[in-house]
């Protein structure tokens, strides 16, 4: 049976977002539905994107190249002065919830809500 996952992403820690990435890609191997929201201090890390430097590059664009991103918060990327980085990589962005990604839609559409 499919199950629906949205992973929030609110800590801006790099070890803690790795396991965004594999738990995304992991249960969307499984056949699961899965979608990644980017809040808080977590979307400072979008400029990793595009850092070869960093020892999970290969994760990130796996996670990048997956689809599996369905936005960053507009509000916090641009709190954490990487707005311009989000747009410039193509990251959609959520506003519904005064500026942030709304929990309620996603729970409206049947997804289980994982925060990390």
Do not use: W
Not at 50 to 57: A, T, V
Request: include cysteine; charged fraction near 20%.
């Amino acid at each position: 049976m499919t199950e629906k996952f949205a992973l929030f992403a609110f800590n801006g820690d790099p070890m803690c977002f790795i396991h965004v990435i594999l738990n995304a890609l992991d249960l969307n191997q499984r056949g699961h539905e899965v979608k990644v929201i980017v809040e808080g201090s977590a979307t400072k890390l979008a400029d990793q994107f595009q850092n070869k430097q960093n020892p999970f590059f290969d994760q990130y664009n796996k996670l990048r190249n997956s689809g599996l991103i369905d936005c960053f918060c507009k509000a916090c990327s641009n709190k954490m002065g990487s707005l311009d980085m989000v747009d410039k990589l193509g990251f959609p962005t959520c506003t519904e919830l005064m500026g942030h990604p709304s929990m309620g839609k996603y729970i409206a559409q049947g997804y289980t809500i994982i925060t990390f």
